[in-house]
T-cell receptor
Framework: NAGVMQNPRHLVRRRGQEARLRCSPMKGHSHVYWYRQLPEEGLKFMVYLQKENIIDESGMPKERFSAEFPKEGPSILRIQQVVRGDSAAYFC?????????????FGPGTRLTVL | DAKTTQPPSMDCAEGRAANLPCNHSTISGNEYVYWYRQIHSQGPQYIIHGLKNNETNEMASLIITEDRKSSTLILPHATLRDTAVYYCIVSGGYGNNRLAFGKGNQVVVIP
């Protein structure tokens, strides 16, 4: 049973380019979460999605960032016009449809470097 | 917006039990205590969680005080591979909530 998969594992972009980060949840999981970890800091929640719906995007910057989780295919975190401050590790987590649990399973992360 | 307090770091001896404390004095009745760890910038790994009873699994034991204001994660026989940042998280009990990671406790297992 494959775990949460993220690709690419490392991504280098120049300022002003777009970054697309992909996350495939564990089989059977319909909930996806994105977290960001800036250098030397803890993980910060960004967005929570279910299939075709954004449930909570309260942690997402209002500009340049967007996320989707289509009916088919992986969840995508998109960062437009990247700046150096976007350099961070971006982690995706998934969980099944289940009440009374916040057990989330994390992927290995995508390390974004903006030059 | 973390609602827990942990020591910033601690050392423990390889082969001994490691007791990791966490204070969560403002925990509410339907909130669970979760423990995750992050080994050297890998993705966080779920360890264990509990509501009010003590819990044990193949990785660790979780002891929650009767008033639920604090808890202790116990790694029964620490190994070098247990060196990691450990996060104690309080999360709403209805499921599918975002996790509020604080600064965690950097645990170093010493040979």
């Amino acid at each position: 049973n494959a775990g949460v998969m993220q690709n690419p594992r490392h991504l280098v972009r120049r300022r002003g380019q777009e970054a697309r980060l992909r996350c495939s949840p564990m089989k059977g999981h319909s909930h996806v979460y994105w977290y960001r970890q800036l250098p030397e800091e803890g993980l910060k929640f960004m967005v929570y999605l279910q299939k075709e719906n954004i449930i909570d995007e309260s942690g997402m910057p209002k500009e340049r960032f967007s996320a989707e989780f289509p009916k088919e295919g992986p969840s995508i975190l998109r960062i437009q016009q990247v700046v150096r401050g976007d350099s961070a590790a971006y982690f995706c987590a998934s969980s099944p449809e289940r009440l009374y649990t916040d057990t989330q399973y994390f992927g290995p992360g995508t390390r974004l470097t903006v030059l | 917006d973390a609602k827990t307090t942990q020591p910033p770091s601690m050392d423990c001896a390889e082969g001994r039990a490691a007791n990791l404390p966490c204070n969560h004095s403002t925990i509410s009745g339907n909130e669970y205590v979760y423990w995750y760890r992050q080994i050297h910038s890998q993705g966080p790994q779920y360890i264990i969680h509990g509501l009010k009873n003590n819990e044990t699994n193949e990785m660790a034991s979780l002891i929650i005080t009767e008033d639920r204001k604090s808890s202790t994660l116990i790694l029964p026989h620490a190994t070098l591979r247990d060196t990691a940042v450990y996060y104690c998280i309080v999360s709403g009990g209805y499921g599918n909530n975002r996790l509020a990671f604080g600064k965690g406790n950097q645990v170093v297992v010493i040979p």
